[in-house]
Nanobody, 114 residues
Framework: QVQLVESGGGLVQAGGSLRLSCAASGSISWINAMGWYRQAPGKQRDVVAVITSSGSTNYADSVKGRFTISRDNAKNTVYLQMNSLKVEDTAVYYC????????WGQGTQVTVSS
């Protein structure tokens, strides 16, 4: 079993920055991809950014140039640096880790005020 603990969400003004962290622990022999998803009220959960075990990254078009995903393999931790935040970035952000199964974090609220 794998446990994910997220941190770093909060309230920020538009144009500000936040950094999310997600630490994985438990029975981990190898992590393939790690990523962040988000879900706004009344909307489906969408991918924000993904990073593979080799370090390749992919971003949603809406966050390209503003968000940066990174990972520390030694700590089994994935980060999401969010800059130039917009009101429309407001959502619950979920960490996702893929071993041979998918695991999800509990979610952390990010609220961007105008």
């Amino acid at each position: 079993q794998v446990q994910l603990v997220e941190s770093g969400g909060g309230l920020v003004q538009a144009g500000g920055s936040l950094r999310l962290s997600c630490a994985a622990s438990g029975s981990i022999s190898w992590i393939n991809a790690m990523g962040w998803y988000r879900q706004a009220p009344g909307k489906q959960r969408d991918v924000v950014a993904v990073i593979t075990s080799s370090g390749s990254t992919n971003y949603a078009d809406s966050v390209k140039g503003r968000f940066t995903i990174s990972r520390d393999n030694a700590k089994n931790t994935v980060y999401l640096q969010m800059n130039s935040l917009k009101v429309e970035d407001t959502a619950v952000y979920y960490c996702n880790v893929i071993t041979i199964l998918h695991y999800w974090g509990q979610g952390t609220q990010v609220t961007v005020s105008s």
